[in-house]
């Protein structure tokens, strides 16, 4: 049974659009971004900042 804590705040993947295909996993409170999550953060396959999406 799900806890109350992992419904509102579920575990996202993060996956970099520069194609490397590296992913982030994080958590995310629904409450407060209901909509998909983007991100700018570091890929070290690229070596570059690139904008990460969350992925479902």
Same mark, same amino acid.
């Given at each position: 049974?799900?806890?109350?804590?992992?419904?509102?705040? %579920? *575990?996202?993947?993060?996956?970099?659009? !520069? !194609?490397? !295909?590296?992913?982030?996993?994080?958590?995310?409170?629904?409450?407060? /971004? %209901? /909509?998909?999550?983007?991100?700018?953060?570091? /890929? %070290?396959?690229?070596?570059?900042? *690139?904008?990460?999406?969350?992925?479902?």
């Amino acid at each position: 049974m799900a806890t109350k804590a992992s419904q509102v705040r %579920p *575990v996202v993947k993060l996956r970099s659009t !520069g !194609g490397s !295909g590296y992913v982030y996993v994080t958590r995310k409170n629904r409450r407060n /971004d %209901p /909509d998909r999550l983007v991100l700018q953060k570091y /890929d %070290p396959v690229l070596r570059q900042h *690139v904008e990460f999406r969350e992925e479902r």
